[in-house]
């Protein structure tokens, strides 16, 4: 596991919050955790996290659309919807929305654990490829220029 990884809990229930927050930070998770979306949407604004534990019923908006507007402004995040009240309907709307992962209330904290530590690793490699293509084209970038310099003191 990421030491340094970081989650964002949105959830109004404060028994809920508080108790993801105490497993998480146990398990070496920076985690913050919010009330609503309103919030949830400011938060990540102001600081990178690599997963979102979202309420599918938030006080202000639905999870889902939280979902969306997340997506929007943080496209790498984990986002993974956790949900007492549990339908076809709902899972089907969470990921089409773009929902990673989908989690019932009561959920079982190995099983939760598991998941993020799962997408958490799906990430960590797409960053890295990411990191080598950026990588890849400054180097290409740097030779196109040098080659540029040449045949401008060449003329």
Do not use: W
């Not at 404060?14 to 985690?31: C, D, F, H, M, Q």
């Not at 402004?73 to 990673?100: F, H, Q, R």
């Amino acid at each position: 596991m990421n030491p340094k990884a970081s989650v964002l809990v949105i959830d109004d229930d404060v028994g809920i919050r508080k108790t993801l927050s105490k497993i998480l930070e146990k398990k070496g998770y920076l985690v913050e955790a919010v009330e609503n979306g309103k919030k949830a949407i400011e938060t990540s604004k102001d600081r990178f996290f690599n997963v979102a534990l979202i309420d599918v019923r938030l006080p202000d908006m639905d999870g889902t659309e939280l979902l969306e507007k997340m997506k929007e402004t943080e496209p790498g995040m984990v986002k993974i919807i956790i949900t007492g009240y549990p339908s076809l309907k709902n899972a089907v709307e969470a990921v089409n929305k773009g929902a990673d992962g989908y989690v019932l209330k009561p959920f079982d904290v190995e099983e939760l654990l598991a998941i993020i530590e799962k997408h958490l690793k799906k990430q960590r490699k797409s960053m890295k490829y990411s990191d080598k293509k950026v990588a890849e084209y400054i180097e290409t970038r740097v030779k196109q220029i040098e080659l540029e310099r040449c045949v401008k003191r060449a003329h």
